[in-house]
């Protein structure tokens, strides 16, 4: 399956061969001694994963209840009126299908895939960057994409990556994808990070946004035995990343109960965060619902790890 797929999640190989995670696990530690495989947090890649990057076909069968949920939760952030810039990936691509529904939403992306998932939106205006087509993500890269993003401000920008960690941000294993990124994030006066547990503690070539100008994570629930995962998410949170985490099976934070639409759960730490360089006046308000009160973050993110 890695062969095929450039990657694959622990849970998802779980469930194709009907056993335990534990003793996937146990299999893919084997499996990378023999020097078939790399591990990361929640799965594995092809050796050499540090550099290479699974084409669009592979990520997209990965992780994929995971991104769901994430993109439900994601939308939930989304104003009316606004305007926003979205990444590519096939977590901002799912994110994209939600925002459909919103209607006076304009959305700035360098995506063929965003794009046409909000060709026919009603009410919604698209606004792709120029550049030059990379054929394995569907995303418009180069000089000429960061150059039409110049001037522009947002409210949000969204943004998904191969990795994240507390220590370096968001990273990416293609240096052109990540200087696009890099330019989405400087049109943007928060930034939202959109990312799995398989990619948390998992860092790649090219850093595309620091920790400290990440304003949000919305990433799913870790598996109870998955502490690095759960560490990484205290370690973003103790320097002041809003958590917003999405249960798997459509639940927020893991609730036993189906979650209505929009409820969502932050871990959030007091305190302002960076204002991105060069982020000026807003092109539209980026009034955020539903936002936590300071103190309940740190023991929201100690239960989690306790689960």
Same mark, same amino acid.
Do not use: C, W
């Given at each position: 399956?890695?062969?095929?797929?450039?990657?694959?999640?622990?849970?998802?190989?779980?469930?194709?061969?009907?056993?335990?995670?534990?003793?996937?696990?146990?299999?893919?530690?084997?499996?990378?001694?023999?020097?078939?495989?790399?591990?990361?947090?929640?799965?594995?890649?092809?050796?050499?994963?540090?550099?290479?990057?699974?084409?669009?076909?592979?990520?997209?069968?990965?992780?994929?209840?995971?991104?769901?949920?994430?993109?439900?939760?994601?939308?939930?952030?989304?104003?009316?009126?606004?305007?926003?810039?979205?990444?590519?990936?096939?977590?901002?691509?799912?994110?994209?299908?939600?925002?459909?529904?919103?209607?006076?939403?304009?959305?700035?992306?360098?995506?063929?895939?965003?794009?046409? +998932?909000? /060709?026919?939106?009603? &009410?919604?205006?698209? %606004?792709?960057?120029? *550049?030059?087509? $990379?054929?394995?993500?569907? @995303?418009?890269?180069?000089?000429?994409?960061?150059?039409?993003?110049?001037?522009?401000?947002?409210?949000?920008?969204?943004?998904?990556?191969?990795?994240?960690?507390?220590?370096?941000?968001?990273?990416?294993?293609?240096?052109?994808?990540?200087?696009?990124?890099?330019?989405?994030?400087?049109?943007?006066?928060?930034?939202?990070?959109?990312?799995?547990?398989?990619?948390?503690?998992?860092?790649?070539?090219?850093?595309?946004?620091?920790?400290?100008?990440?304003?949000?994570?919305?990433?799913?629930?870790?598996?109870?035995?998955?502490?690095?995962?759960?560490?990484?998410?205290?370690?973003?949170?103790?320097?002041?990343?809003?958590?917003?985490?999405?249960?798997?099976?459509?639940?927020?934070?893991?609730?036993? +109960?189906? /979650?209505?639409?929009? &409820?969502?759960?932050? %871990?959030?730490?007091? *305190?302002?965060? $960076?204002?991105?360089?060069? @982020?000026?006046?807003?092109?539209?308000?980026?009034?955020?619902?539903?936002?936590?009160?300071?103190?309940?973050?740190?023991?929201?993110?100690?239960?989690?790890?306790?689960?």
């Amino acid at each position: 399956m890695v062969r095929a797929n450039g990657a694959v999640s622990l849970r998802e190989l779980a469930r194709v061969v009907q056993t335990s995670e534990v003793t996937v696990r146990r299999d893919v530690r084997a499996l990378e001694a023999e020097g078939l495989l790399d591990r990361r947090h929640g799965g594995a890649v092809l050796p050499g994963g540090f550099t290479r990057e699974s084409g669009f076909p592979q990520k997209s069968h990965l992780a994929t209840a995971e991104k769901t949920a994430i993109a439900d939760l994601a939308a939930s952030f989304v104003e009316e009126g606004e305007a926003i810039v979205v990444g590519a990936g096939t977590t901002t691509q799912e994110l994209a299908r939600r925002l459909a529904r919103v209607p006076g939403l304009t959305v700035v992306t360098n995506s063929l895939l965003v794009a046409q +998932a909000l /060709a026919h939106a009603n &009410r919604v205006e698209v %606004v792709m960057t120029g *550049g030059t087509l $990379r054929g394995s993500n569907y @995303a418009l890269v180069g000089s000429g994409a960061e150059q039409s993003l110049q001037g522009l401000r947002v409210s949000r920008a969204f943004l998904s990556g191969s990795g994240l960690t507390a220590e370096r941000g968001l990273s990416t294993s293609n240096m052109l994808s990540a200087s696009v990124d890099r330019a989405l994030v400087q049109a943007a006066a928060e930034v939202v990070v959109l990312a799995d547990h398989t990619k948390l503690g998992t860092d790649t070539m090219f850093q595309t946004v620091p920790t400290d100008v990440i304003t949000r994570l919305v990433t799913d629930e870790p598996p109870a035995h998955d502490d690095r995962a759960a560490t990484e998410l205290q370690a973003l949170a103790d320097q002041g990343v809003q958590i917003a985490v999405a249960g798997a099976s459509g639940n927020v934070g893991g609730d036993p +109960a189906p /979650a209505p639409p929009g &409820r969502r759960r932050d %871990v959030s730490l007091p *305190g302002p965060r $960076r204002q991105v360089p060069g @982020a000026g006046p807003l092109l539209r308000p980026a009034a955020v619902p539903g936002e936590q009160p300071p103190g309940a973050d740190r023991a929201r993110v100690a239960d989690l790890r306790r689960r």
